[in-house]
Nanobody, 115 residues
């Protein structure tokens, strides 16, 4: 099973930007799917964005045009560039991977957007 470690979270003012990174403990070249999820207090975890091994992307409607997901197979890392952040983006952000039918999760990183 792969280990995933998120980084890049923090406190930012509304309208600001953050870049999250998800580093994998081994090669992600063959991973079927990777994605970013988030969970706000008292809310269910939701999918923010995903990217396939072939580079196809999917975004939640709430983040389209503001967030960009990418992956670097050379660095075994997935990224989430978040621009024009809003207070409603405040949540713990988790990265996840799907490979060979096995789903792995990171420990999460807090993103707080102040108004």
């Amino acid at each position: 099973q792969v280990q995933l470690v998120e980084s890049g979270g923090g406190l930012v003012q509304a309208g600001g930007s953050l870049r999250l990174a998800c580093a994998a403990s081994r090669s992600i070249f063959s991973f079927d799917l990777m994605g970013w999820y988030r969970q706000a207090p008292e809310k269910q975890r939701e999918l923010v964005a995903s990217i396939t091994g072939g580079g196809s992307t999917h975004y939640a409607d709430s983040v389209k045009g503001r967030f960009t997901i990418s992956r670097s197979n050379a660095k075994d890392t997935m990224y989430l560039q978040m621009n024009n952040l809003k207070p409603e983006d405040t949540a713990v952000y988790y990265c996840a991977s799907l490979n060979g039918g096995v789903t792995s999760w990171g420990q999460g990183t807090q993103v707080t957007v102040s108004s």
